[in-house]
């Protein structure tokens, strides 16, 4: 930070020396003129030496309304009684409590004045007017000073009320942000749950079988071996591009980055399981050429993608059965079915269950309905997914 920067001190220093500035030139000016008004046309006398003095002091008293407003304007009040150069600075002191003070104590400031002034007008004479007109353009001259005041108050509060809220709007919206961000980070979290399980369920698979059958010929081993290496960089890459993605400080717009699942994307994924040695039966009743929204899509190829990966992990070698059906309108219908088999541990690292939690909030975010049993010695995953006409 720059030290020859002005700080809040200074410039609450600068503001207050123009503050007096300006209200020791306004009110010199106006009690020279009240003066040289007064006297312009009469012989100096006496009373000339009483004006000098009661507008020299209500001058210098004039810098202390910033600070005491009622105290000064009720001795400037009593100058005012006694000599008309006075009455310049006791009518801004008025206007200086009617706009930092409450109500009741700028009209008790303003009848003190109109009635400094009824002693005022009741011995010195003001240039041939009657003395009940010049009290009533005194009290009007009051009231205005009062009007302005309340307005100057009412102005300030608003413009406060304004700044509080415009506060506020901002406050409320940054906690929108973050809670979008946080939103989408949870949401981040359980694709890489979904991509990664499956992912390295694969590779399990296929190293597993390298571990017990070393018997295997060269070719399928190499085979085996590839797969796992270009698996372990998937994987790999996947898991960068999410850490990546969680690292964003605008993850609502990272989703764009990698191209999303589709419909057209299940046969594939398929495919990746049935190359990993489980038997797959798809059938696909979906109404074409119809292509889903891409939440639709993207949620049902996650719940075959966990279907699968559980399938392989504590069903290995058990048969499974995907079934789309749906369409535009009608929505869209998934099952997956594998035989159960004998309960076994279950490996360490494995989530125990966290997958279908996760798949249970995702379905439910996307409007549908997903439920999770074993019947029959089989287990069945079942997805019911809206899909908009």
Known sequence: ?????????????????????????????????????????????????????????????????????????????????????????????????????????????????????????????????????????????????????????????????????????????????????????????????????????????????????????PERLSRAAGVVRDGVHQALDELREVISLLRDDDPPHSEGRRPQPVLADIPRLVDESRDAGTEVQLRDAVDEPAEAPPSVARTAYRVIQEGLTNARKHAAGQPVQVALSGGPGAGLEIDVRNAVTPERPAPPGWSGGAGLVGLTERVHLAGGRLDHQVVGGEFRLHASIPWPA
């Open 1 to 217: 930070m720059n030290s020859l920067a002005p700080g809040p001190d200074d410039c609450d220093r600068r503001r207050s020396t123009s503050s007096i500035a300006t209200l020791l030139g306004t009110s010199g000016v106006l009690v020279a003129l009240t003066i040289l008004g007064w006297w312009s046309d009469r012989l100096p006398g006496p009373l000339l030496a009483l004006d000098l003095a009661a507008g020299a002091l209500s001058w210098l008293l004039t810098p202390l309304l910033l600070w005491r407003p009622v105290a000064t304007t009720t001795v400037l009040t009593v100058l005012a009684a006694v000599s008309p150069a006075a009455t310049p600075p006791a009518t801004i002191g008025a206007l200086q409590v009617a706009r930092r003070r409450r109500t009741p104590v700028a009209i008790a400031v303003a009848v003190a004045g109109v009635a400094a002034h009824a002693v005022q007008g009741a011995w010195r004479s003001h240039g041939g007017m009657s003395y009940g007109w010049w009290l009533v353009l005194v009290a009007i001259g009051y009231g205005a000073l009062l009007g302005w005041g309340a307005w100057a108050q009412a102005r300030e509060a608003l413009i406060r009320s304004l700044h509080d809220r415009a506060r506020r709007a901002e406050a409320e919206q940054g906690r929108r942000v973050a809670e979008a961000r946080m939103w989408e980070r949870r949401r981040i979290a359980r694709e890489m749950h979904d991509v990664l399980a499956h992912r390295l369920s694969l590779l399990a698979t296929f190293a597993g079988a390298m571990e017990y059958r070393p018997d295997s010929s």
